[in-house]
Structure formats: C-alpha cells, structure tokens
C-alpha cells in the first residue's frame, strides 16, 4: 500500500492513501511513536476518517427520495484508495470522489479532499468537500486518531479540557451505536478528569453544547498531545475493556442517530447540508508533546 511521508527536523509523519489516514507520528529526538499501532485484537486503526456519516444511523439506513440506503458506521472513506493529487516535504493533499459501490450507500456525487501539513510538532488537517451534483447534499465528517503513550496503558493519565466549566454533559451509546437520550456529567478538577479502569466501559463519551474546542492528553505530568478544533461536537473513546492502550480524541461534524429517530437523510441533527457547487472547508489541529 502506497504510503506518503511528511518530514522535517525533528518529526516524521506517515500517511497512507488507504482512508487518506495518518498512520504513524514520530519524534526523531527519541523515535518515540505517538499513533496507536493499528493492533487488530484490540482496535485494528490508526485515525480513519469518518465520512459521510459519523457513527451510525438508527438501523444502518437512511432515507433519500424515497427510498432507503444502507450504510455502516462511519461511512466508507476510512476503506477506500484516496488519490494523490500535490504535496512536497511537509504537505499533502489527497482526493476521494464517488463510484458506484459508494452510490449505492450514499445516494450523492462529491468531491473530499483531505490535506496535511507539518508544522515543527503540529499536524494540521483539513477536510473539503465539495457538492458535485445538481441538488443539495447531506453528509457528515470526523476525525478519529488514536494516541500512545509511553506506557502500554493510559489508566492514571489525565484528559485536559480547555473549558471554563467545572463539569461537562455528555451522551453515550446504546448496545445498537445509536444515542441514548439520557445524559451524564463529567466532572473536572482543574479542567482536568483522570481515565480510570472503567472509563470506556459504555463506550464513547460524546460532547455537544460545550465551549471546549481544544482536548490535552496528559501521562505522568507531560504532555502527549494537544487537539485543537472548532467542531460542535467531539468524542472521547478507547476500545472498552481492553485497559486503555490509546485514547481518541475525535472532532466531529455529525454524530449518530438518536435512538427515537424517525426522520429522512435531511433531517438528522447536526447533518451538513451543501447547495450544488457548495464546498464545506474545515480543519483542526494536533500538537505532539510539550
């Protein structure tokens, strides 16, 4: 599989054309990894790029004119070949458009152009797409990376949340992948809550209506990353029960279906809509160690 290698003085990112995903982050200081290994018995990804859906619709189907489409969780991107389309030592872009095995989940043409750029130890990312039909089109979109630390084990590392709030609200999904309508409270020290043993056991915890755009992961005091967005919604997950050997920290544009969701395609909360010729523009931003 064709990999594309961004490089400067003191870091060294890797991005495969499979899913236009980041697979390997390192530092040449100390050849230290901070990208999880990808291991297949425990989660069997890097940091897949969710589109055109973010978590799953209620029963896997959507309705579009009429008629219904089956889709799987977080869309067919994250396994599809991007192209390619310009870069140099620090920067890359690549292109996905529709075929017809996507058309048959995703009743729209489009155009998703993924970009990197390495900035001393900040990764910026960016995410186009383009409406490339003659009606209006509904699509979601999210980042998914999943970071290392030192240790083969988070439990004791410390989530830092840039907010002014003492606690967060947050959702959680049903055994189906679909949003309960219950909420839960994360509460903070010093804008900081500690990953337990247990903290992913229901899976991920899903934040909206918040004022945080920018996430920290923290391991024995230092540092391992800081992810700076402006979506309206993130996640925070580690495969449960598998004592927590990375963390995501997910900026998202879109979100599952509630589990009482009854309405079509157009209708999903928080779903992007684009006028023929629109393109949709957004970025965030990952800053590796201290």
């Known amino acids: 599989m064709p990999y594309c290698v961004l490089e400067n003085e003191n870091w060294k990112a890797t991005i495969n054309t499979l899913g236009a995903e980041l697979v390997s982050m390192v530092s040449k200081k100390d050849n230290r990894e901070y990208i999880w290994s990808a291991k297949p018995e425990v989660w069997k990804r890097h940091a897949p790029i969710l589109f055109p859906l973010v978590g799953k619709y209620k029963d896997d189907?959507?309705?579009?004119?009429?008629?219904?489409?089956?889709?799987?969780?977080?869309g067919f991107a994250r396994d599809m070949e991007f192209e390619t389309v310009s870069g140099d030592d620090t920067s890359v872009k690549m292109v996905l458009t529709q075929n017809e095995e996507s058309l048959e989940k995703y009743p729209f043409n489009f155009k998703l152009s993924v970009s990197y750029k390495l900035e001393d130890n900040r990764l910026l990312i960016g995410w186009e797409v383009e409406n490339t039909n003659e009606k209006e089109m509904y699509f979601s979109i999210g980042g998914h990376p999943a970071f290392v630390g030192k240790s083969d084990c988070l439990t004791?590392?410390?989530?830092?949340?840039?907010?002014?709030?003492?606690?967060?609200?947050?959702?959680?999904?049903?055994?189906?992948?679909?949003?309960?309508?219950?909420?839960?409270?994360?509460?903070?020290?010093?804008?900081?809550?500690?990953?337990?043993?247990?903290?992913?056991?229901?899976d991920a915890l899903i934040f909206e209506h918040t004022d945080c755009k920018k996430v920290s992961l923290e391991e024995n005091g230092e540092r391992i990353v800081t992810v700076t967005f402006d979506a309206p919604l993130f996640g925070i997950w580690c495969s449960s029960k598998k004592n927590n050997p990375f963390v995501c920290i997910e900026p998202w544009y879109g979100r599952a279906d509630r589990a009482n969701f009854s309405g079509e395609l157009k209708d999903r909360e928080y779903t992007n809509k684009l006028k023929a010729g629109e393109v949709f523009d957004a970025h965030y931003s990952i800053e590796f160690g201290v």
Request: glycine share 8%; net charge negative; no cysteine.
């Open 156 to 202: 004791g590392a410390k989530l830092v949340f840039d907010t002014n709030e003492s606690e967060l609200t947050y959702g959680i999904l049903n055994s189906d992948g679909v949003l309960r309508d219950e909420t839960y409270i994360l509460k903070l020290t010093d804008k900081k809550a500690i990953i337990t043993a247990g903290f992913f056991d229901r």
């Open 61 to 74: 189907i959507s309705i579009f004119e009429g008629k219904t489409y089956r889709m799987s969780q977080h």
